[in-house]
Structure formats: C-alpha cells, structure tokens
C-alpha cells in the first residue's frame, strides 16, 4: 500500500509539472498574440495602414486612409467627394480650374520643379494620363496611382476611382445618387422646352491667328450634353470625334439652332482675347441663324473645358438658366 501511494505521488507530481509548464507556453502565446494586436492598433491609430492596388502601370502600395493627397487635375472628383486636395492644378498658359474656387489651395505649376510637390508632404499622389513621364519622379515623392485610361474618359468611373483611393467608397455611391437624378431632371427640363432642335458647342480659340473650333459628339469636355442630356447634335458634330475647326467659308452653312460658344484661355474681358472676340461681329458669323434667333451663349471657359462631375453639374445648370429659365 505505502509504495502504492508513492507511486500515485510521483504521478500527482508529474502532472502538476506538465500543467504549470502549459501555463506558462499559453502565456507567452498571448502576450505574443497581445503584442501584435497592440502593434496593429498602433499603427491604426497613426495611419500607417496600407493596401496594394492596381493602377495604369502595374500595382502600387498606398495608405489605407491618405490624409494628404494631391490628385493632379483630378481635384474636382476630390471636392465632389467632401475632399480638400493639399495643392491645385496649374499651368502658366491655361491657368487653372477656376470653376473650382480653390482660393485657399496653393497652386502647383506642372511645368515646374516638383520641390513644391515635395515641400507639400503627400502621402498620396493621383495622376491623369498627361503626366507619365514624370510618373517615376512623382512615385518617388509618395505612393503615386495613376488612373487607367479606361476610367479617365468616364466620369463616373473616375469618381468611383478617386473616392476608392480616399478610402471612401460609400461616398461616391451618394454623389452619384444625387449627380445622376439631376441629369434626369434636367433632360426632362430642356426636351421640353427646345425638343430635338439642334444645339452645338463652339470653342473660340484664341492667339495669334482666332478660330472657331466645333467640339464634336464624343469630346471628353462636352459630350454628356448629347449622350446623357439627349440633347440634338448639329450635323457637323456627329461627324467629329474630339473637335474640329469651322473655315470661314463654312460659316453660313453653320445652321445650328442653339449654340453655346466659350474662349480657349482667359475671359470674355481679357485684353489678349480682342481680336478673337472680334470674330462675333463678322457679317458671316453675325448671319447664321442662332445669332439672328438670340441662341447663342457666351459663357465661362473653365468648367466648359473639363468632363469632371462638379464641371458637369455646372453645365447643367448654364443650360437651365440660359434655356429652360
């Protein structure tokens, strides 16, 4: 009996022993496992998260949640989206998109150094498809996403996009929501007020030598006025892609019924643009029919001159007030 109960002490103690030392494992396990949790919502809490995408080029690692971001002639997407880009578009001979009322954002010349970029600490670049030669400068400032020429075109797709980047997908479905309903509204509005009477989009070019230049059915700038408004197309138009100049001797064949017309570079008022704005008081031009009828429409370059979504609401609206109203 006594070696008995020795024998049942030995075990008690054995198994004391493997109990205390599975402790101990579970232990460091979960101080372990405590360790990375922690880590994980440190970094969170910082904003270092990121996630690898699929750009114009190939994949590009980028923040979660970028705070500073630079979206390159895409800041209109960013404003309609709730989101303050950290520099504006510009260009020393176009300017900048002065539809977008950005007074407070200072502005990056594209032609310049990209210090300025630097200087701005980005942690997040979005570029159009103008600037892929500097595409590898760009990257090595910030993780830098170019937009597939497949979304550019499309303005929807591009919202999308952008919002996607911004870690803000849910916000473009109600920009949408609400873009979409006011193209519906306003299609009803002006079909029924000028039906399938035929309206064009003139550019006057402006410089050295003046001309008008007919946007044609697929321009990037202006073409959601005919395939999402449903508005006429003049002739002419159909059978122009991106846009084409109207010779002088074409100009009394020029029979559209509505036709909205905008300067190239600067304002209605800008000095440099006399001698284009000339070209309204030629006899020829001042013969056409819309002239004649009050159609024609003088209105502001920027927004005319961008396919972006708050540009496109802004077209909307000059239609309304200049049409329907």
Known sequence: MAMRNIGNIRWL???????????????????????????????????NDTRKVKDAFGEVEIPVKPKRVAGIYLEDYMLALGVEPIVQWYHPSWGKQEYLGLTDVPLFD????LEAMLEKK?????????????????????????????????AEETLKTVADLLGIPE??????????????DTKVKLEEVIGR????VVRLDVGDKPEFRLFGL??????????????????????????????????????????????????????????????????????????????VYQLER???????????????????NLIVN
């Open 218 to 295: 697929n321009n990037a700038y202006t073409g959601m006025i005919y395939k999402d408004l449903g508005l006429e197309p003049f002739k002419w138009v159909k059978k122009i892609k991106a846009h084409d100049v109207i010779s002088q001797e074409k100009i009394p064949e020029f029979t559209a019924d509505h036709i909205i017309i905008f300067p190239s570079n600067g304002t209605w008022d800008s000095e440099s643009n006399e001698k284009a704005v000339a070209l309204l008081d030629d006899p020829l031009w001042k013969g056409i029919p819309a002239v004649k009828n009050g159609h």
């Open 122 to 154: 980005p942690d997040l670049i979005i570029l159009p498809g103008a600037m892929d030669e500097s595409y590898q400068l760009y990257s090595k400032i910030a993780p830098t996403y170019r937009v597939p020429d497949d979304v550019l075109w499309d």
């Open 13 to 47: 103690i054995v198994l004391l022993v493997i109990i205390v030392s599975l402790t101990g494992c579970n232990g460091e396990k979960e101080t372990s496992t405590n360790d990375e949790d922690n880590k994980k919502i440190s970094n969170k809490e910082e904003g």
């Open 197 to 200: 009477e035929t309206v064009a």
């Open 110 to 113: 594209i032609t310049g150094s």
């Open 302 to 320: 920027s927004h005319w001159q961008s396919g972006a979504i708050t540009a496109n609401s802004m077209k909307m609206e000059d239609l309304l």
């Open 171 to 184: 916000k473009a479905t109600s920009v949408l929501a609400d873009y979409k309903q006011k193209i519906a």
